[in-house]
């Protein structure tokens, strides 16, 4: 690995390193689940400058749009569908390098070329996903994952 891509990857890390006490302390002090998914979402897209951020809640059986950053998105997506609903089926993050790759991935947006689900599992169940999408290719990786599981740990929705 050079130097330089080294330090390219160290100020993501760092980038999260630094967000994660403040969401903590801003979920922290707020018990509205809406509220503070409204805050986290907007703290990881201000961060970063992805092109869409947001929450999925699990509502009968389906995933119904919460808060989000960013353009208009759909609003219902049923289990397996989607990268959101594999997250939801599969219990496991979904990195997609490359969403014209993903096979039934839905297009919300034309502009999103790559994109990271995370589920959050609460008492044993898919309870939500957490949902970014960004206008280039490969934005996610190890690190992404590692973290946002870090982060939605912090929500109680
Ligand atoms: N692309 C997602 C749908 C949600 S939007 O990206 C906000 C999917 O395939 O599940």
Known sequence: ??????????????????????IKCVVEEESDAIANMANVASMIHET????????????????VLGPFQGPLACTRIKKGRGVCGTAWQEEQTQVVPDVDQFPGHIACSSASRSEIVVP???NGEVVGVLDIDSADLATFDDTDKEWLEKIVKLIEI
């Open 1 to 22: 690995m050079s130097e330089s891509l080294a330090i390219c990857e160290g100020s993501k890390a760092e980038k999260y390193a630094t967000l994660y006490p403040q």
């Open 48 to 63: 970063f400058g992805f092109w869409w951020t947001g929450f999925y809640r699990v509502i009968d059986n389906q995933l």
């Open 120 to 122: 959050i599992i609460q």
